[in-house]
């Protein structure tokens, strides 16, 4: 009966050590997933940030180049 007993905590012994390195493995995997993804997505919101700014500095320059469209309107007029 004790040879049988200690086959079975053998087995478990070797089914526990298993299930530790599978656990081990699949949070490797789950790591070099995350890793990935989290870097696209800091790259997609720094992206998003730069067209954010230019379209800020664009809106600048539309609206100096109208002003001055405006002001060389005036002078013309003011010179007529």
């Known amino acids: 009966m004790s040879d049988l007993v200690?086959?079975?905590?053998?087995?478990?012994?070797?089914?526990?050590?298993?299930?530790?390195?599978s656990q081990i493995y699949l949070n490797m995997i789950v790591h070099d997933m995350r890793s990935p993804t989290h870097a696209i997505k800091l790259?997609?919101?720094?992206?998003?940030?730069?067209?954010?700014?230019?379209?800020?500095?664009?809106?600048?320059?539309?609206?100096?180049?109208s002003e001055n469209g405006r002001l060389r309107v005036l002078i013309k007029d003011l010179k007529d």
Do not use: R
Not at 6 to 21: F, N, R
Not at 44 to 60: H, M, R, V, W, Y
């Open 43 to 65: 790259g997609l919101e720094a992206t998003l940030d730069q067209i954010g700014t230019g379209a800020s500095l664009l809106n600048k320059q539309l609206e100096q180049h």
């Open 6 to 21: 200690a086959l079975y905590k053998t087995k478990i012994d070797a089914l526990k050590s298993q299930l530790a390195d």
